[in-house]
């Protein structure tokens, strides 16, 4: 069947009781999953994808130059480490032990000294990265050890990046006007709007074993998060695109919940697709998901979807007590409906 043959479904699976996680149906371990992102986003998919599987790999950004992580970039010759530290917090193994280790990843130092403002996994892993020689790779896991991972973590790129954007409209008496502006930080605060982005170096290098998982994943997913510069920056590394689109796996989409102040005021669920597309390059898509609450135009949702080829899984995945925060056991639910459905 062509892609444009592809039903449109739309879904709306049950929770997921949190004493029961749901099981994906592709062996005991569950499916081969690769998620892409950074920041919170990622740690929500991660979340998620937790309850089905025990075979997840996180591939996170490098980009983040904001912080923590722009202070510790600027003055050591290593990886960011926030968005890293977030997605081993997000995979750390349930025990009583483990579970305060990821608290103590999360702990941000107080006062006002030099060291105030730094997570402590952040300094830990920038610690296990220089003891590893600068390889972040086996820093990672050693700290997944301590933490009994369920799941890897890995890195966007080999080498820290720089997101570059042209962005229109920054000047209200000059709306034709545009300017390149560079940095994380600068771009997802800009009063205009993105009209393109692109990361240096132009070519990184990625690691070896994020193209193996890529390979082997039976599910890939990229969202919720950052738009501009959490989830895209994944398909503008082009050795990371290359895998993505040789890859067999379904590859799929979890929209954002709301617009982020800055980044994509304004947008709908259907810009937000929009702008996905366009840096696609030959990745297929395969599914995408979005919160039914949070889709006000669902016929202009809809055409978007099938004009791409893909289905739409329209499901309850918001956290009930906040409209701005995607719930595990709903997302596990409206994921595991799109795994049963490959």
Known sequence: MSDAGRPVRIAVPPPVPAARPARAPLGPDGPRVVALGGGH???????????????????VTVADDGGSSGRIRRELPVLPPG??????????????????????LQHRIGGEGALAGHPVGNLMLTGWT?????????????????????????????????????????DPDDPRETRRIRGQVAIASTPGRVREIHVSPADPPVHPDVLAAIAEADVI???????YTSVLPHLLVPRLRAALAASPARVVVVLNLEPQPGETDGFSPQEHLRVLLGHLGGVSLHTVIAD?????DRRGLLSAV???????????????DDAARHDPHRLAAALASVVGAR
Do not use: F, I, K, N
Not at 42 to 58: P, Q
Not at 91 to 102: K, S, V
Not at 307 to 318: D, I, Q, R, S, Y
């Open 41 to 59: 986003g990622l740690a929500a998919s991660l979340a998620a994808w937790r309850l089905l599987t025990s075979t997840l790999t996180a591939v």
């Open 83 to 104: 968005d890293l530290r977030m997605a081993l917090a997000a995979l750390a193994g349930d025990e009583p032990r483990t579970q305060a280790m990821a608290a103590l």
């Open 130 to 170: 220089e003891l590893h020689q600068g390889d972040t790779v086996r820093a990672l896991r050693s700290l997944e050890d301590l933490l009994g991972s369920v799941g890897r973590v890995l890195p966007m790129a080999d080498v820290p990046l720089d997101l570059v954007a042209t962005v229109a409209s920054v």
């Open 221 to 227: 997913t990229l969202g919720p998060g950052s738009w």
């Open 292 to 296: 039914a609450a949070a889709v006000v």
């Open 306 to 320: 099938q004009g791409c080829g893909a289905e739409l899984v329209l499901a309850p995945v918001a956290a009930p």
